[in-house]
T-cell receptor, first 110, second 112 residues
Framework: GENVEQHPSTLSVQEGDSAVIKCTYS??????FPWYKQELGKRPQLIID?????GEKKDQRIAVTLNKTAKHFSLHITETQPEDSAVYFC?????????FGTGTRLTIIP | DGGITQSPKYLFRKEGQNVTLSCEQN?????MYWYRQDPGQGLRLIYY???????QKGDIAEGYSVSREKKESFPLTVTSAQKNPTAFYLC???????????FGPGTRLLVL
């Protein structure tokens, strides 16, 4: 089955700086890669996703890049703000289900 | 995700007791999922269903059971065989297997 690894597990950045979270996956058949943001005690919410026929996707301060050859994808958040503090999960879709990474706790330092 | 509801918000289980968590969606989604989340951990798949009257085990199905009698509903039963049930349980739905999943608000299960 699919295996997704996510790094780092914790990340602290100064407000206004950029944050990068990286994930690798094992199943070359995976073709859908969403990113979720989860605030404390709340449900995960989709923030951006990418399909395997696209190399990069942007939505305002958030971008995701995908390297199918290397089987890795990354989340980039620019101009970070205090409300970006949360746990972020990557996921990869294969066999009609999502496999999630273990999460990155992002803390924005004012 | 506003179309997915879970109840109750908190649930207390006594030793040897089976408890059932409710998940309902009005998004007309075919696929539904149950995940378990332990403190500081990721999401682990318990069971999933791609269509009514059919479901598959996920990575941690032991001690849990599900049913999918209606498209809108996918209840999860935590049986007495699950020795460490304390966790945050999340239900999700999606239009199909490789589509965006939308999550319910979750049920926090505690053992008395």
């Amino acid at each position: 089955g699919e295996n997704v690894e996510q790094h780092p597990s914790t990340l602290s950045v100064q407000e206004g700086d950029s944050a990068v979270i990286k994930c690798t996956y094992s199943d070359s058949a995976s073709n859908y890669f969403p990113w979720y943001k989860q605030e404390l005690g709340k449900r995960p919410q989709l923030i951006i996703d990418i399909r395997s026929n696209v190399g990069e996707k942007k939505d305002q301060r958030i971008a995701v890049t995908l390297n199918k050859t290397a089987k890795h994808f990354s989340l980039h958040i620019t101009e970070t703000q205090p409300e970006d503090s949360a746990v972020y999960f990557c996921a990869a879709s294969s066999e009609e289900k999502l496999t999630f990474g273990t999460g990155t706790r992002l803390t924005i330092i004012p | 995700d506003g179309g997915i509801t879970q109840s109750p918000k908190y649930l207390f289980r006594k030793e040897g007791q089976n408890v059932t968590l409710s998940c309902e969606q009005n998004l007309n989604h075919d696929a539904m999922y149950w995940y378990r989340q332990d403190p500081g951990q990721g999401l682990r798949l318990i069971y999933y269903s791609q269509i009514v009257n059919d479901f598959q085990k996920g990575d941690i199905a032991e001690g849990y059971s599900v049913s999918r009698e209606k498209k809108e509903s996918f209840p999860l039963t935590v049986t007495s065989a699950q020795k460490n049930p304390t966790a945050f349980y999340l239900c999700a739905s999606s239009p199909g297997g490789r589509e965006t999943q939308y999550f319910g608000p979750g049920t926090r299960l505690l053992v008395l």
